[in-house]
Every structure is written in C-alpha cells, then in structure tokens.
C-alpha cells in the first residue's frame, strides 16, 4: 500500500475508460472509499464507507441520478 497526502493507506486509480480531462480517482480501503479529482490530487477527498459507496453505486445503476 501508499502513502497520500491524507495519512491514510490506499492506491489511486481511475477508469481505463476515462479521458484526459474530467476524471476522478478512487482508492478502496478494508473500511473506506475515497474520491478525489485527478488533476488537483493533493485537493479535496470525498471519503464514504463501503456500505454508502455500495449503495451510491447501486443507484447509478438503477439510474437514480440521471438528469431529466
């Protein structure tokens, strides 16, 4: 595991389907998830549990966040 700038241990990566511009990264820990965006990396970091990540995921999935 890594080090980052917010103390807490993980490895950094984003979608192999993402462009160059736009992107966020992610790193799964045991308990948490975190996102940041990748051209800002020392910026802020969303931090969720796995449960709100799960759920947060499933909602993208059944479209819950679709724009009308």
């Known amino acids: 595991m890594t080090e ?7 490895r950094w990566r984003k ?3 993402s462009a160059t ?3 966020v990264e ?5 308990s948490r998830v ?5 051209k800002n990396p020392d910026g ?3 931090e969720f549990t796995r449960h709100e990540w799960e759920a947060f995921l499933a909602g993208v999935s059944l ?5 009308p």
């Open 4 to 10: 980052h700038a917010h103390g807490m241990p993980g």
């Open 15 to 17: 979608s192999s389907k």
């Open 21 to 23: 511009t736009g992107c």
């Open 26 to 30: 992610v790193s799964v820990t045991s």
């Open 34 to 38: 975190r996102v940041r965006d990748s």
């Open 44 to 46: 802020a970091v969303l």
């Open 63 to 67: 479209g819950e966040f679709r724009m």
